[in-house]
């Protein structure tokens, strides 16, 4: 095998070998294997992350407006939005602030384009409940009967909270909940959101209905985070408003309702020092070292083009890992431009 194919997995060859044994281990932030020790996040997507956000919260250096700003939101109680290009840091404030202020794991809301308002507060079942009183039945079981499936006093068992309604539960002290990337929603998200962040509650109408014939009015539901809590008259209520972060890639205007509702922060692009911190958080300081000239040149091309932070990560961790041959050809493949040339 010559060189330049060193390394190289998959050659192309047409015959079976056994070159995935080479494989290195995966990049931090793809380290799936991690969620059999890590703690168990929601949704999976939290675990393998952890260590990584936890080394950038630690590393993170925020400057003087920015930090101003930050505690703007935290002495008004407010939502802060932060938007700017991709890599600038906006997911990383967030659990910088968990970190410090010792808060817990943040709570985190991904939006996609169908997200809906319902899809933070909570999610009811109904049909695995239907399902449950149904099998139930022909064993002559009365739902009436409190332990009996699909019982009234077993309803929470059928709710689960949303991140942003696992945030809004009453507790001492405020959680921290990042809804990543508002800018890909709907149309109406946005404004749906107004009312939910000024009063700082919202209603379950499945929990209001039956609030009378529960035991102390409460029934006890499942969190985002995989813990249960009680709710108590179908309603949450958080006593310590959340310290949430809305972040956006600035692909879209918001209404100025939710403007004004929310402190601004605009981050500009991540110069030297930053994205340098970014990679050593991520893949330690040889490989945040050695790749020192690929940040250079990820800086030159940032200054014409939309190029993302993440794509920097996996140029130098080809280069750390893998040491691959064409190591300027292979970073100009993987740091595509994300906008079309003008």
Known sequence: MTESSEWLI??????????????????????????????????????????AHRHL?????????????????????????VTGSPGAG???????????????????????????????LYHYDAIARLQDVQIAAPQGADPATPGTPGSVEGIGSYIRLGPLGTALLPSDRPRVLLIDELDKSDIDLPN???????????????????ADRLPGGEAEVLTADGSKARVRDGRVRCRAFPFVVLTSNGERDFPAPLMRRCIHLELGRPDHKRLATFVRAHLGDEAARAGDDLITHFLERSRSELVAADQLLNAIYLTDAAAPPSRDRLADLLIQRLDRPR
């Open 90 to 120: 906006k997911s990383t404030l967030a659990h910088s602030v968990a970190y410090e202020l010792g808060l817990g794991n943040v709570l985190r809301w991904p939006i996609v384009s169908r997200s809906t308002l319902q899809d933070g």
């Open 192 to 210: 749906d959101l107004l009312n939910v962040l000024e009063e700082g509650e919202f209603a379950i109408p499945e929990l209001e209905r039956v």
């Open 57 to 81: 919260a630690e590393l993170h250096r925020p400057g003087a407006e920015e930090l101003e700003m930050i505690n703007a939101a935290l002495y008004l109680r407010r939502p802060l939005l």
């Open 10 to 51: 998959y050659r192309g060859a047409g015959e079976p070998h056994d070159g995935l044994d080479r494989l290195p281990a995966p990049p931090p932030w793809r380290d799936f294997a991690s969620r059999d020790t890590a703690g168990a996040g929601a949704d999976g997507s939290e675990d393998r992350r952890l260590g």
